[in-house]
């Protein structure tokens, strides 16, 4: 890459990351958006941009020369609640907003890569009309994460790569209930790992884990953002045809505030699996499409909070991806993510909040890719 880039890369991602996401949950799979059309499926294994910092840094083994991938994806969440008292039910609370990544990796020696990411792997934002029935426990609530992710990856031999990362990662939040007004901040180190496992040129299985990050945002109480694994596989099925899959597993236990002093939350420790597809229609064009279920943080109505009323959701992608030669790769992607009525039946602050929520997600996402 030229002195002269250099510049207008960091000015790409000072302005992607202004803004925050808002989607399904406290975690943020569209760390890319290339991966967005097969609802992340093989996210560990696929390796074909920079945005595997992220995902597995073992595969950036797989990458020649410097690469660059720069993306932005947006949320249109409706978090809809009827109050099973008498109305106040509090509009739709979803907030729709945009998130931005950007990764760079260097093929520093033929068996020796770096890398370095910038992206969100947590968020939240739901807001609700202040006078709605559930105010004295939730109105505002806002969570950002910025996460900075310098990499190296070493090929060990053709059939296995490892990786390992460090992670700086920012929080703030700000929280807002009846008689509460909050704002806190803090920063922290966590890492990442993997390995890529090359089992034929045509087959690729993908490990990869992410330290869970405790943080402290003054004057609140301490999050401690969840550690999470995946195992990915893909696999070149024809000339044409790809297929991949996915299965993570998240400690969401771990989490028992999201910072807002007073309030704490009890969650389960989740699993998602995904599985997609991708078409080869000519040498310019890709198609994709996917699926994947991500079971809820919550099990029960009476764990269920206000600020985060998630429920188990499904994920149906779709995307494609336009190769343009030496001028670099074009993916765009969109999901809708369909997730299951929540009841709720919570008690805190001096009330009770019962009702249900109707919730879905619309996720648009695009992203450029190119080497040197």
């Not at 890459?1 to 975690?27: D, I």
């Not at 990786?163 to 460090?166: E, P, Q, S």
């Given at each position: 890459?030229?002195?002269?880039?250099?510049?207008?890369?960091?000015?790409?991602?000072?302005?992607?990351?202004?803004?925050?996401?808002?989607?399904?949950?406290?975690?943020y799979w569209q760390q890319n958006a290339s991966g967005l059309g097969v609802a992340y499926a093989g996210s560990a294994a696929v390796g074909d941009n920079a945005g595997t910092v992220y995902f597995n840094p073992a595969a950036m083994t797989m990458l020649p020369g410097i690469q660059v991938s720069l993306g932005a994806v947006g949320a249109w969440p409706s978090y809809q609640f009827a109050n099973a008292g008498i109305g106040l039910d509090g509009g739709d609370a979803g907030l729709s907003q945009g998130a931005g990544n950007g990764y760079v990796t260097w093929q520093a020696m033929p068996d020796l890569a770096l890398g370095l990411g910038i992206s969100q792997p947590f968020g939240l934002g739901s807001d609700y009309d202040a006078n709605w029935a559930g105010a004295p426990q939730a109105i505002r609530s806002e969570i950002r994460t910025v996460n900075?992710?310098?990499?190296?990856?070493?090929?060990?031999?053709d059939k296995v790569s490892l990786?390992?990362?460090?992670n700086y990662q920012t929080l703030d939040t700000d929280m807002t209930r009846t008689g509460l007004n909050y704002s806190g901040s803090d920063g922290a180190w966590g890492w990442n790992t993997g390995a890529l496992f090359t089992l034929s040129p045509a087959m690729r299985v993908g490990v990869s884990y992410r330290s869970a990050v405790s943080l402290s945002p003054d004057g609140g109480s301490g999050i401690k953002l969840p550690d999470t694994a995946i195992l990915s596989v893909w696999q070149q099925v024809s000339d044409r045809w790809e297929a991949m899959g996915d299965l993570s597993y998240t400690h969401w236990n771990t989490v028992k505030s999201l910072g807002a002093p007073g309030e704490s939350i009890d969650f389960d420790n989740a699993w998602r699996v995904a599985w997609g597809a991708a078409y080869r229609a000519s040498d310019a064009w890709k198609l994709k499409f996917g699926i994947a279920y991500d079971r809820s943080t919550t099990r029960s109505t009476s764990t269920r909070i206000a600020r985060m009323p998630d429920n188990d959701n499904l994920w149906l992608s779709l995307g494609a991806q336009w190769n343009a030669g030496r001028y670099g790769r074009i993916d765009a992607g969109y999901s809708y993510i369909y997730v299951r009525d929540s009841n709720i039946d919570s008690a805190g602050n001096g009330i009770r909040v019962q009702g249900s929520y109707d919730i879905n997600s619309h996720v648009l996402g695009a992203q450029y890719s190119i080497g040197f």
């Open positions: 890459m030229s002195k002269s880039a250099l510049p207008a890369l960091s000015a790409l991602l000072l302005a992607a990351f202004s803004a925050n996401a808002t989607a399904a949950g406290l975690q900075y992710n310098p990499s190296l990856a070493y090929r060990v031999s990786g390992i990362g460090a």
